[in-house]
């Protein structure tokens, strides 16, 4: 039992360290649109270049948790994802990045729709992540312009509100 405790204290001590030392970035976004509508297009089996400019093709291997989504960016690169969490009924996922040319680390993504009733439902875009070769405010502004791009591209096929 103390083996066990000295573990669990050394683990909440190695996940506060770890918060208190990443950067993160979010986008919250109302949609004229039924939750599900904006939930089928977001949700992480879909293809990522329907809603993420910086992505001109994908391929998904896999499905559930544990499934992997290949992301060719534009201009060259690739992003590679790996589904974590995934709630349908809820409609939220998470993922986390398993490499990519972005200057980040420890990338861990969250994606939740939430129905707001009367046909409005709203999307949050989230990440914590650790910056890599540049300064945190720098690693913030990149993640926050791709995730004000999803946002963006949802806009033009479910009106934003």
């Known amino acids: 039992m103390k083996m066990i405790t000295s573990l669990a204290v050394a683990i909440a001590a190695a996940c506060a360290f770890t918060s208190s030392a990443t950067a993160g970035a979010e986008v919250t976004a109302t949609y004229k649109a039924p939750a599900d509508e904006l939930w089928k297009l977001v949700e992480f089996h879909q293809p990522s270049e329907k809603i993420m400019p910086p992505v001109e093709k994908s391929k998904l291997v896999g499905n559930g948790v544990g499934a992997l989504k290949l992301d060719k960016l534009n201009g060259g690169g690739d992003l590679d994802l790996q589904l ?44 914590t992540f650790e910056p890599k070769g540049v300064e945190q405010a720098k690693a913030d502004e990149i993640v926050q312009g791709f995730y004000n791009s999803i946002a963006g591209r949802i806009g033009e096929k479910v009106p934003r509100l």
Do not use: C, H
């Open 84 to 127: 974590v969490y995934f709630d349908a009924e809820s409609m939220a996922f998470n993922y986390v990045i398993r490499s990519s040319p972005l200057p980040l680390k420890n990338y861990v993504g969250e994606v939740r729709v939430k129905d707001l009733g009367d046909g409005r439902s709203q999307l949050t875009w989230s990440g």
